[in-house]
């Protein structure tokens, strides 16, 4: 029975960067952990993956033969790996008893109502894989009171989509106020239990 996290958020929210910082934190515990480029687009990846996508599909050849565009050549590229089941379960059984992160893509419309990924990740529980979602969201749309309420409704959206247990994060905290001086507390955010205070910060 395998475990692991479906690591996603918008591009640029550092989803790659938190699958090397949780493999190396992962590894001093003792844990065995194998990361997963799920992203066709990422081919510069700072570490060995234990399974690569480009190994299937590239975002660059798509694009190149099939005079695609980066958002449908992603969309092409999750529904090619949809009608390729049989070359992710092979790899990921070579990977048993290890705790795997796989580092998906950063086009939101793939978790929010396109349904490869969902069905991806229906696939990988009937194998039954353990999975919990870390959505990662850049921290500086705490700065922007309508931005930030947009990034909560899509993370909801995310969230009722992939039907997995969901950790929302904030990345980049330590940034935070280079985008301008916040209305409210960091916990404010991490909480959002009274978003009616910030309707006076939307007018």
């Known amino acids: 029975m395998p475990f692991g996290q479906v690591v996603i958020g918008p591009p640029g929210s550092g989803k790659t960067t938190y699958c090397a910082g949780m493999s190396e934190f992962l590894s001093s515990l003792g844990r065995d952990v194998a990361v997963v480029n799920m992203d066709p687009a990422n081919d510069r990846v700072p570490f060995t993956c234990a399974v690569d996508i480009f190994e299937l599909?590239?975002?660059?050849?798509?694009?190149?033969?099939?005079?695609?565009?980066?958002?449908?050549?992603?969309?092409?590229?999750?529904?090619?790996?949809?009608?390729?089941?049989?070359?992710?379960?092979?790899?990921?059984d070579a990977l048993k008893n290890k705790y795997i992160l796989f580092d998906f893509p950063g086009q939101v419309e793939l978790y929010t109502h396109h349904n490869s990924v969902k069905n991806l990740l229906e696939k990988l529980t009937s194998w039954d894989f353990r999975l919990t979602a870390v959505h990662l969201v850049d921290?500086?749309?705490?700065?922007?009171?309508?931005?930030?309420?947009?990034?909560?409704?899509?993370?909801?959206?995310?969230m009722l989509q992939l039907s997995l247990p969901h950790v929302n994060v904030l990345s980049k905290i330590?940034?935070?106020?280079?985008?301008?001086?916040?209305?409210?507390?960091?916990?404010?955010?991490?909480?959002?239990?009274?978003?009616?205070?910030?309707?006076?910060?939307?007018q």
């Open 57 to 92: 599909i590239s975002l660059e050849d798509v694009m190149t033969h099939l005079r695609l565009g980066p958002n449908g050549g992603l969309v092409y590229c999750m529904e090619y790996l949809e009608q390729n089941f049989d070359w992710l379960k092979e790899k990921l």
């Open 139 to 158: 921290s500086h749309y705490c700065s922007d009171p309508g931005k930030f309420v947009a990034i909560l409704l899509t993370s909801l959206n995310t």
């Open 174 to 202: 330590d940034l935070i106020e280079k985008h301008g001086k916040l209305a409210f507390n960091p916990d404010f955010y991490t909480d959002v239990l009274d978003l009616h205070y910030l309707l006076h910060q939307l």
